[in-house]
């Protein structure tokens, strides 16, 4: 059995953003498109005020809501975990968008560039028509980890395997490993971390796990 | 370069070197052509301390490419007029026209004297970035030393917006002209507001993720809950501008409420000036004929010289020696029996007053908080404990303090940098393993080389190329307009010495509103701006456009339009960070958290072709030599190393043909071989070929040249601290220079040249220069309104890069103007309600960002905006601190600087729109 998911030490990050760009690049998309950003929290008052940075996006949850929502199957579940779209089959209900309680998806349902209607090279290059209209999240860069265990490779320890945030982190923050194996790097940190789970109360299970603090 | 097939797909290695902590290394994916992503170099993982990674800066370059907006074409000015509000009338001109205006005008120049009637270069070139612009400007620089004088003191911010004190004196200690924790090693920072994870690079932020997950604890003591504040372990929310108080509160714990054997005594006595007599006039006390400063042999009970082999020096104590004492200008006393007291003593004396309690009222921080960290620091830095790097036993320090930026700069500069220095001394905690270190010099040596510029001075001491202020050898006429050789003995006279001269007295007297006593200047005849927009990043920036706009003729080098070549009379449009090449020193230790074990080159390669009509910006160089009939000395300034290092050694030559132009690629061939055989010593001499594949080459750099002490240890030399006798020396003499050409406008500034830094209320000396100075009530401005920095804009043109403003747009602050929420509920200001923002010379408005994280005297205007006319940015409607800090000769250090914060009055001026 594999089940990938991504883990944050939150020790780590300093809400520079650049998984948010890496990941705007690898998946080209749209402005204002973010399956990958951090937020920038602010608790407490003055002088007693805390602030810390928290990576978010989509949670591969092990019972994703947004599956069961869906009404004509596009959201799916692979065998590993990844939570899958189908653009070919959404209808664009966006109904997946209201049950994530991460926020996660976004759905687009005109195409956008960054400086207006008309595209840059590059945005022209990598335009997906399939995009629009349909709902869209983090994919845990499922086409890198496929093609890297094509050819042999862990995904999450070697960079062609891995998905673009983890890569591009530069606190070493983000992590994506196998969970069900006991020796990979994402079960070593957990089992020396203590950790906790975004929402879990709410019984989705997710696949995405903030470090805080030495065990 | 060749027309790629549709679907050719490739990966192309590069450098980005938008800041100050690079280069760092980037692959860019490109298919057809065309760039489309970025990623780390991993193959230059093993070397690259961070695994080949860049940060969110470096992914905006491919929009950068591809930015709608981007000048393609060279550009003239038609309309004469210029000013805020005139049209330039850009018309798009061919390159030959547009080099063919600059040659005519420069051959113009020539033929009337590159200097003007005052004595100053008619030319002038101001760049900005701290430099980093140099890592982008090809073989540009070669041409401005093959032409003559040029003037670089029209800055672009730096003395403002630059770490100015540190620079000075940094390297005057200790050869740190930044200085840096030794993070892999330290386990307790005591930061003053040092925005490290905003400002420090990929290197920064790796080791400093590093070290706190490894336990190393951070108090971030700073008016602001910064990016740095989020990530430490407290935030002490200290008043602005008090930070002198703290230190000197800090050293008062250490020295009044510890026991002197609790401190570094072997340190002190054996590795600094301490033990050095100090006589009634303030100099050290000689021996009559050696001339060598004196101290006192405990086991001798007589003074000796410092250097007197098996001495137990003194540390403190009172004696009575027979010694001459030499001031300035050669003026001595001559002492048979003098009272004398060592330098530690004065020390000690001298913090006597600085209690916590008193330092409590000053900063607004909990005398118990002040106390509890100098005690924290003093048991975390483990005096006595040692560690082996590469087979030699170290003195082990983990303990660093560390200021930011704006502490660096301004009145309080010196005694800030002084007291960190010395809390460092104190603790046998500086240029060892775990405490205080530099990084690169820029002033004593090559920038590469630190331990290579450790060379005996006098005294014991390093030495220093101080600008002369005997009578004999002072500059009494400037050579450039902000007078750095006369006015500034610490910032030398070498390649960078212009730079960290006053830039901004440089705009004053252009303005006419400084140095009255020497004629005002005019401006230069031909002024080329690169990489930089001062009309945007100095202060008072709506005179300083003013000023831009009376200039004769401005080139400026232009990524879009922008608010500083608004005033220019031709754009030329350079070949950008993706579409251009150069090869740069990589590695060692530079700036800010850049220690590798690796040093050597690296190469910036063309990803995709030139957009549009642009071009390298060394195909520029070269053909403005050539028609300037500069072209064999341009190319001898190649050969000697104006690309980066000699293209001629004992083993090699790669000298290009003097007589002829070169293309880009050969020259950077011919540097590419030089550089491959400097790292390789002569075994290789691949040239621009390998390194296009390669990206970079390096070789191992002990871990031992991260640390000066060793090499200070070896020569047998002392770090001049506590007392600064030299520097006291020196500002008397400049006070009788001064004196002698009756300038009254620079005598604070020469005071400033203190042995044992006064502390003064820097709060108190701002409300002066706003009464009397400023003719205005200071208590109308209530407020103190400070800056920070982005990660994500500085610097690089980011501007106008639409995914940055996006990404940017996650961490607050980047809309608006950062207010206490309690403050602003009390203003009956709401969130995103607009607000203006007013100082003596001007207001801004911006929407309020009610925080939690700021004091309520405080408000924070993040980064640098305030656009205009630069594309994109000019519909952000986000103000910037600039317009409202004033160039004020009153607000001036000794060294030239001033400080990019203002006191302001706030009010509510509407709701959010």
Known sequence: ?215 | MAVPAPDERKRVATYCYQCVNGPDLLTVEVVGGVATKVEPNFEAGNVHPAQGKVCVKAYGLVQKIYNPHRLLRPMKRTNPLKGRDQDPGWTPIPWDEALDAITARLNDIRSRGLVDGDGYPRVAFTTGGAGTPLMYMGTFPAFLAAWGPVDKSLGAGGTVKCTHAQHMYGELWHRAFTACADTPHCQYLVSFGTNIEAAGGVMGVRRQADARVRGCRRVQIEPHLSVTGACSEEWVPIRPKTDSAFLYAMLHVLLHERRIDELDVAFLGQHTGSPYLVGPHGYFLRHPDARKPLAWNKTTGQAVPHDTASADLALTGEFTVRAVEIGADGESWNYEAVAATTAFAKLVQHVARFTPEWAATVCDVPAAAIRRIANEFLTQARIGETIEIEGRVLPYRPVAVTLGRSVNSGWGAYECVWARTVLQVLVGALEVPGGLLGTAVLITGEEHDRIGSVRPGPDGFLDFPMNPTDKEHWVAKPDVRHAHQSLLPLVGNGRFSQALGSSTLAWMRLQGRAAESWPRPKPPDLWFVYRCNPAISFSETDRLAQTMASFPYTVSFAYTLDETNHYADLLLPEAMDMESTQLVRIGGTHFQENFWNHQGWALRQPVVAPCGETRDFTELATQLAQRTGLLADYNRMLNAGAAGLPLKSASHDFSLDESRAHSTDEVWDAVCRAASAEVTDGAAQDGLAWFKEHALRVRPFSMLNWYLFPRMLDLGLRFELPYQERIFRTGQQLSNRLHEQDIRWWHRQASDYEALPDWKDVGQLWNEVYRESLAVDPAKYPFWLITARSMQYAWGANVSIQMIREVARNVAGHDGIIVNGGRAREMGIGEGDMIEVSSPIGSVRGRAVLRQGIRPDTILMLAQFGHWKTPFAKDFGTPSVNRLVPMNIGLMDGGGSSNDAAKVAVTRAGPPS
Not at chain 1, 16 to 39: I, Y
Not at chain 1, 46 to 54: C, D, S
Not at chain 1, 123 to 150: H, I, N, P, W, Y
Not at chain 1, 177 to 206: K, Q
């Open chain 1, 1 to 215: 059995m594999t089940r990938y998911v991504m883990a944050a030490d939150l020790r780590r990050c300093v809400g520079c953003q650049t998984c948010t760009a890496a990941c705007r690049h690898e998946n080209e998309t749209p402005p204002g498109v973010q399956w990958r950003k951090v937020l920038d929290m602010e608790t407490g008052e003055y002088p007693e005020v805390k602030r810390m940075f928290v990576p978010v996006g989509c949670q591969h949850c092990a019972d994703p809501p947004c599956m069961h929502v869906c009404p004509s199957t596009a959201t799916g579940q692979r065998g590993d975990g990844i939570v899958t779209i189908d653009y070919d089959l959404c209808i664009g209900c966006a109904y997946c968008a209201v049950a994530c309680p991460y926020q996660a998806r976004y759905k687009v349902d005109k195409s956008a560039f960054a400086y207006g209607d008309t595209p840059t090279a590059a945005e022209s290059m990598r335009f997906d028509e399939k995009r629009l209209g349909v709902a869209q999240k983090c994919t845990f860069c499922s086409d890198r980890v496929d093609e890297g265990k094509r050819r042999g490779m862990t995904p999450g320890v070697d960079p062609a395997a891995t998905p673009a945030c983890v890569n591009s982190c530069i606190a070493d923050a983000l992590h994506f490993g196998d969970i069900e194996d006991p020796a990979s790097n994402v079960s070593r940190l957990l089992t020396e971390n203590s950790w906790f789970r975004m929402h879990e109360e709410l019984g989705t299970d997710p696949g995405f796990y903030y470090l805080w603090d030495e065990k």
